[in-house]
């Protein structure tokens, strides 16, 4: 099967990703995320997060998120 496309992952993309991660819990990651996504969101540009956190999420709550995320097939729509 042909591999799927990944638009930001082409050359000339403006798109950024960034991660937090530690291998300690209570750090402060999700924290860290939720304020960098609200600047960043705060200076006009478009911010999406996704919490991988496999002992239970946080950044819902924090940014006030209550509803599901839409997904077709394998992928998550902003």
Known sequence: APEKEIPFAKPG???RVYAVASGKGGV???SVTANLAAALAEQG???GV???DIYGFSI???LGVSGQPT???DMILP
């Open 71 to 73: 997904q077709v097939d």
């Open 60 to 62: 819902p709550r924090m």
């Open 50 to 52: 996704v919490d991988a």
């Open 45 to 47: 540009l478009k911010v």
């Open 13 to 15: 993309s403006l798109t």
């Open 28 to 30: 402060g990651k999700s």
